[in-house]
Nanobody, 118 residues
Framework: QVLLAESGGGLVKPGASLTLSCKSS????????LGWFRQTPGKEREFVAR???????KYADAVKGRFTISRDNTENTLYLQMDSLNADDAAVYLC????????????WGQGTQVTVSS
C-alpha cells in the first residue's frame, strides 16, 4: 500500500505558474503508474495527466502544452508543473497511483486546492 499527500496548491493570477507535488510513503513510488486528476464542485473528476513507471506521459487536451507531469522516484515524489493557468484550471488537484497500467487507480491523495483569480 502507498499513501499519497499533495502540496503546492494556492491562489494565483491568470497566466501564472504553479508546481504541485505528491509525496508518497509506504511502498516505493517507482512500482506504480501515477496520475493527476482534478475536481470542481458539481462536476465529475477529470483526468489531467499520467505517467507510467517507464516515464511515458499522456495529457488531457485541455492542459496539453501547458502542464508537465514528472516523477522523481529517488524522492518518492510526483510533480505537476502548471503554466499559463486560467480560470478553468481552478480545482482540487489529486494525485493517484495504480499497480497496473490499464487498471483503475487504486490509491488517492486528499487533494490540494488551486484557485486562479485576478
Amino acid at each position: 500500500q502507498v499513501l499519497l499527500a499533495e502540496s503546492g496548491g494556492g491562489l494565483v493570477k491568470p497566466g501564472a505558474s504553479l508546481t504541485l507535488s505528491c509525496k508518497s510513503s509506504g511502498r516505493p513510488l517507482s512500482i506504480y503508474h501515477l496520475g493527476w486528476f482534478r475536481q470542481t464542485p458539481g462536476k465529475e473528476r477529470e483526468f489531467v495527466a499520467r505517467i507510467s513507471r517507464e516515464g511515458v506521459t499522456k495529457y488531457a487536451d485541455a492542459v496539453k502544452g501547458r502542464f508537465t507531469i514528472s516523477r522523481d522516484n529517488t524522492e518518492n515524489t510526483l510533480y505537476l508543473q502548471m503554466d499559463s493557468l486560467n480560470a478553468d484550471d481552478a480545482a482540487v488537484y489529486l494525485c493517484a497511483a495504480r499497480m497496473w497500467e490499464l487498471g483503475a487507480f487504486e490509491y488517492w491523495g486528499q487533494g490540494t486546492q488551486v484557485t486562479v483569480s485576478s
